[in-house]
């Protein structure tokens, strides 16, 4: 008891993740309608990764995007970083398949408080996690803090169609279909119908280029995925020399 009191926001995401790590790449497919490949390939084209760039993946999960940055870089270093140890076991054998150990490396750890200097690296992305975190706001000025000046900051997360008839079939489709499939096929009720309620807390796409802009980022550009239903956000952090 003493424990879920101080943090219980973190150690339930943490549960969820924990238990559904096995399953999470099936449900991904679910919940994205099967999308989720094609908009990570539209995120990549947008960052424009050039050979020897470094980037740091917040939540990580089972390392889709870690792995595509690390091929897109061909040889920059890529760190994984995630707080479930389940995931990151799933997303290292990913890792050791692709023969890209030498490239990514992988470490628990907390997206609000990374482990990394000022400045380390060009890219910090964080797919699917922003809407688990305990305070949106720290994470996106740590992962500005992370990055070096010109360096871009990218977020790709489900958000919340505002327009009929995407946003009537997406409500139905998260309130009342998606806890049942995950009952189906990972056996966690609860967990995936915690998902649209983070979801409902989650800023919409608009609300959300407003906190990048007031964490300091510039250039912010947005981007509606499948009829709103998830978003591509990018900003830059200021380099000063220019």
Known sequence: MGDQGIKPKEQFVHSVFESIA?????????????????????????????????AVDLCCGTCDWSIALAEASETGCVMGLDFSAGMLEVGKRKVEERGLQDQISLIQGNAMDLPFGDNSFDYATIGFGLRNVPDLVQVLNEMKRVVKPGGMVVCLELSK???????????????????????????????????PESLALFPDREQLAVIFRETGLTKVESFPLTGGIAALHIGLKENCNV
């Open 22 to 54: 096995g399953k999470y790449d099936l449900m991904n497919d679910i919940l994205s309608f099967r999308r989720h490949k094609a908009w990570r390939k539209f995120t990549m084209r947008k960052m424009n990764m050039k050979r020897g760039d470094s």
């Open 161 to 195: 169609p505002m327009k009929q008839p995407f946003k009537g079939i997406y409500f139905f489709y998260f309130q009342r279909v998606l806890p049942l499939l995950g009952k189906l096929f990972a056996k966690k009720y609860e967990q995936y119908k915690w998902l």
